[in-house]
């Protein structure tokens, strides 16, 4: 019943997630990102304190990975600060370790925007890296905090 619930769930956020544009930050053993938040359809977005944001990652593999890391950074006053995942591993939220080059991938990361968060505007760099710590996909975007 949990799992069909979250799937539903999952569901309902691609419907309601919007592709945005976004900077190529380093990208590189990947090919045709496309990158959707919950409740974003112009830039910059608005993340709402208490509320939950859901990444939707999709894109193709153009070599072979044995594992994926998420990563997600506030870009303040040009200071990358790190911002905490409760699940870093890609391999564990969803995505078939290892893979295989051209395959496609789609992964959903949701997060919270904690009430401490001071309210600011801000570039988001979310990537995800491979077993070397190499980018594979890298996404910058501005957002401002509410």
Do not use: W
């Not at 799937?7 to 053993?29: E, M, Q, T, V």
């Not at 990158?35 to 993340?47: A, E, G, H, V």
């Not at 995942?85 to 789609?106: E, F, I, R, Y």
């Amino acid at each position: 019943m949990i799992l069909k619930l979250g799937g539903i769930l999952f569901l309902i956020s691609l419907a309601i997630a919007d592709p945005i544009p976004f900077k190529d930050c380093g990208s590189s053993g990947t090919t045709d990102a496309v990158l959707d938040l919950t409740n974003c359809s112009t830039l910059p977005c608005i993340f709402h304190k208490n509320e939950n944001v859901t990444l939707n990652l999709k894109f193709t593999t153009t070599r072979e990975f044995k594992s994926l890391t998420n990563l997600v950074y506030g870009i303040i006053a040009g200071v990358k600060v790190p911002f905490p995942l409760p699940q870093s591993d890609a391999c564990k939220n969803g995505v078939q370790c290892p893979l295989p080059s051209n395959t496609a991938v789609q992964e959903a990361l949701s997060l919270v925007v904690l009430p401490e968060y001071p309210s600011i505007s801000l570039f988001v760099q979310f990537q995800v890296n491979d077993e070397n710590n190499e980018p594979i996909v890298c996404t910058l975007f501005p957002a401002k905090i509410q």
